[in-house]
């Protein structure tokens, strides 16, 4: 691992903002606490534990809702410029809609973002991070489009509150991700099979949503609170895996399908689908002896209303893979309309996680592409960071981020990317979905047998809060000095 550290001598921008990420489910506990309402992941983690690793829920996780003086301490200590969190949407609004507005729950919020400008940390809210109330699920969840009226209600209550404090603001956390959970039963919650069908409506719904928070906060929020307004998108680097022609082409597809689903109706100049999802997934379609597309029109009038509905483009990116052609998937299904074959390279390094092969510069190529394909839009990443089981060495880790952190500066310097911050998942370990505690990300460890739950520096915290204070990566051997003296 150590040859792939520190390629570079470039620094970070003066003004480029460091921070940590988490999200309210797998921080907060407190589950039913001063008036919380149930949400999905309530739900299926109760019904289900069988889907989670080791049969786990977040119902207390690393318990923030009572220890967040413990985040901010330790935010404090890496001397981080933001701090990524998520709102629970049944914390505030138990319900889901605004005819109940849980006094507890904004009291929360309203410490914790005192506390955060305090310290001198700017906070960023996540609207949503997978966590639907689970009274909307009942009436359908995100596939019914009803649920843009109950989201933009809701962000108004945010805006309203927060809004004051807040200056950064994503609407949705991988929308890519959470509407899996109405394509395929085990990949997230409310785990719905509808697999080619329900996801997409599920980003249909999702795509309105968010044009609908976009021009409330300009007609209604902007000029006074002046803040910003973004998407979270999660990507991975589809690369070719060999040279031939069909393999580049297929691998391009692959982006188009799992960035561009989200990515091409807001930030492209043309808006709308990409046209090659449009085109295979109503092919497929009229091939099963369908009247219509599985894939959800926009009018031109509403493709206008998405485009252009972002102050800029918040990103996570934790690794690769290869593509090539071939066929996977069910049928229908989103993965099998994308036709393609996926694989690793035996050399990526590792993770706790199956899905997280370690590949540094697949993070400056994707950076590259979406700067070439969306007009060089700001960048902010919202979450990038590695799993393994734990430990406090964790010299795993600290390669990581100094690895992908260089190409980030490569991705700056050389190629003029807009990369205008970077938030790390995460500031500490917590509830890893379907993977339970299992897999750990936080730069802090937390002890989840102490009722305490203390959060405790890793080594990676270190060299993080050296490279939040230097602007610079560490010298090549740093990691390596440094486990000596500690050892
Ligand atoms: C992010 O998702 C989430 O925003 C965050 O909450 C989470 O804790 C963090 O990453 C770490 O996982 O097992 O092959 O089916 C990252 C994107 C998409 C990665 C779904 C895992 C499952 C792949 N995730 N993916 S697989």
Redesign the pocket.
Known sequence: LQSVLCGNNYSFPPDFLFGAAT?AY?IEGAWNVDGKGENIWDRLTHDHPDWIADGLSGDVAADSYHLYKEDVRALKELGVNVYRFSVSWSRVLPTGGIDTVNKPGLAYYNNLINELLANGIEPMVTMY??DLPQPLQDIGGWPNLEIANYFEDYARVLFTHFGDRVKWWLTF??P??FC?GYGEQR?SAPGIDAHGIGDYLCGHTVLHSHARVYHLYDKVFRKKQRGRVGITL?SMWSQPRDGSQESRETAERVMQFQLGWFAHPIFSSGGDYPSVMKERIYNNSMKEGRTRSRLPTFSKKQIKYIQGSFDFFGL?H?SSFLAGPGTFGEFPSFIRDIGAQFSVDPSWPSSA????KVVPWGFRKLLAWIAHEYNNPPVFVT?N?F?DHGELRDANRTTYYTSYLSELLKAIHEDGCKVIGYTA??LID?Y??LRGYT?K?GLYYVNYSDPTRPRIPKDSSRVMAEIIRTRHLPPQNYVEESRLEAD
């Open positions: 999200a797998q991070h997978w956390n991988e890519l991700s899996s990949q999660d996570n934790y996680s199956i899905w997280l979450e960071g799993s998942w995460s917590n890893e979905w897999e990300f």
